[in-house]
């Protein structure tokens, strides 16, 4: 939800809205509507890969992100710094999987694509004299076996698909 373009009255308005309307299934991960008992499926809105709700507060038209509707149910309020989603997968929208980060600890969770190095055939390892090195931030690591570096990358919070 784009907060910018709401008044804090309008956001409590939506947020008392969403959970008259809405149920939270625990068990299946889905918001359901109260009214017609439909599973909220949402749809891609943007080129981000996140599931959104349209919404409407008197004559705007809103798009609400699935997973920030499914907090607001749940937790009786809107985030009020980013959500993550903890396994990267951006349509698992299940409670668990949710939780609330700075931008910093949210750009640290990033899934890279797995790009294997034509040296070391790891992610991230670089052949650095006669050993491997990692580099996270500014900081740089040494390690001789690549193998271990990139279990010491993974460790630091660079994750792989």
Not at 33 to 43: L, M, P
Not at 151 to 157: A, D, Q, S, V
């Amino acid at each position: 939800m784009n907060k910018k373009h709401l008044t804090e009255a309008e956001q409590q308005e939506l947020l008392l809205r969403m959970k008259k309307n809405y149920t939270y299934d625990a068990k299946s991960g889905r918001l359901t509507s109260s009214r017609y008992g439909r599973t909220i499926r949402g749809k891609m809105h943007g080129n981000k890969g996140y599931l959104a709700v349209d919404c409407r507060i008197g004559k705007k038209q809103i798009h609400v992100h699935l997973h920030h509707a499914i907090w607001a149910v749940c937790k009786g309020r809107w985030p009020k710094q980013q959500l993550d989603h903890i396994n990267g997968n951006k349509q698992d929208n299940r409670i668990e999987n949710l939780r609330e980060v700075s931008a910093s600890e949210n750009r640290m969770n990033v899934l890279h694509p797995w790009k294997p190095n034509s040296k070391t055939g790891l992610p991230g390892v670089n052949k650095h004299g006669s050993g491997y090195q990692i580099k996270v931030a500014s900081n740089q690591y040494h390690f001789r076996d690549r193998y271990l570096a990139f279990y010491h990358l993974t460790l630091l919070g660079r994750r792989y698909k």
